[in-house]
């Protein structure tokens, strides 16, 4: 079946341009989960939807960075007047109803962003 | 705050050897813990995950991980190295509470020489 999907594949764009980043996630997982990975910090979480429960935004480096889910399917990654060193990879993955932390969250491809 | 501790951030073997990565892990309480990989421009798939059932874990692509609670370890291994092997491979703890977050070690990129 289909993947998470994430768009665009790349994305270069000015220092100071706000940018926006989509994922799709497999359908039917109600969690979902935002990470950036980049050469200086590695793999780091950003934020967390599950359901209708309010998202877990502790991992968000700043206010610059939101997030939002609609209808519980596609989320939209917003970071505004970007800085160099926003530059990254942006990884979204989904996982199906929450058990106790056991389940394997998917990831997709990625959007890597480079700030000029 | 539970964090993840991959030795050696590059390891080299020749192809049919043993592959062996490092993982050790702090935590409180029993983990959740996983071994994903990541192919050149592409996204994380599972290798296998530790979810308490069984401390060896076998895995796809003929790896298989044992978790060692004395030793606060999980390490990753495979009998033979094959060339398609060669990538860059993830310990993560799974962090309980609210969000189930994964917290990733700093991976570890394997080669394989022919």
């Known amino acids: 079946g289909a993947g998470v999907s994430q768009s665009p594949s790349n994305k270069v764009t000015e220092k100071g341009k706000d940018v926006e980043l989509r994922c799709d996630p497999i359908s039917g997982h109600t969690a979902l989960y935002w990470y950036r990975q980049s050469l200086g910090q590695g793999l780091e979480f950003l934020i967390y939807f599950q359901g209708n429960s309010a998202p877990d935004k502790s991992g968000l480096p700043s206010d610059r960075f939101s997030a939002e889910r609609t209808g519980g399917s596609v989320s939209t990654l917003t970071i505004q007047r970007t800085q160099q060193e926003d530059s990254a990879v942006y990884l979204c993955?989904?996982?199906?109803?929450?058990?106790?932390?056991?389940?394997?969250?998917?990831f997709g491809p990625g959007t890597r962003l480079l700030v000029l | 705050a539970q964090s993840v501790t991959q030795l050696g951030s590059h390891v080299s073997v020749s192809e049919g050897a043993l592959v062996l990565l490092r993982c050790n892990y702090s935590s409180s309480v029993p983990p959740y813990l996983f071994w994903y990989v990541q192919y050149p421009n592409q996204g994380l798939q599972l290798l296998l995950k530790y979810t308490s059932a069984a401390t060896l874990v076998k895995g796809i692509n003929g790896f298989e991980a044992e978790f060692k609670k004395s030793e606060t370890s999980f390490h990753l291994t495979k009998p033979s190295a094959h060339m398609s092997d060669a990538a860059e491979y993830f310990c993560a703890v799974s962090e309980r509470g609210s969000s189930y977050k994964l917290i990733f070690g700093s991976g570890t990129r394997l080669l394989v020489r022919p």
């Open positions: 993955a989904s996982s199906p109803i929450k058990a106790g932390g056991s389940e394997t969250q998917y």
